[in-house]
Nanobody
């Protein structure tokens, strides 16, 4: 089993920044992919970004490229999402998840999920 716990969400004004964290514990594998997804009110969950834990290779959805940065700290087993130039449309519950595949944006390919952290961007 893998446990994932997100933190760092909150309320921020448009143009501001937040950094999300996802602490992983339990059974972890260096070859896995870790990703961030988000679900806005009334919408389906969507892919945001992913990182291959072993190499650090990254992949982003076009909507967040050049604004968001995904990274990881191997020693701390922690995943991060630095979000800059936030927009009201970034408002959502952000969740981290693990996958055995690289690179995949499909929710069904991710097997362990955190509970999520709320990000609200005011205009």
């Amino acid at each position: 089993q893998v446990q994932l716990e997100e933190s760092g969400g909150g309320l921020v004004q448009a143009g501001g920044s937040l950094r999300l964290s996802c602490a992983a514990s339990g059974r972890t594998f260096s070859s896995w992919t870790m990703g961030w997804f988000r679900r806005a009110p009334g919408k389906k969950r969507e892919f945001v970004a992913a990182i291959k834990w072993s190499s650090g290779s990254t992949y982003y959805d076009d909507s967040v490229k050049r604004r968001f940065t995904i990274s990881r700290d191997n020693a701390k087993n922690t995943l991060y999402l630095q979000m800059n130039s936030l927009k009201p449309e970034d408002t959502a519950v952000y969740s981290c998840a693990t996958s055995r595949y690289w690179v995949t944006t499909a929710e069904m390919d991710y097997n362990y999920w955190g509970q999520g952290t709320q990000v609200t961007v005011s205009s």
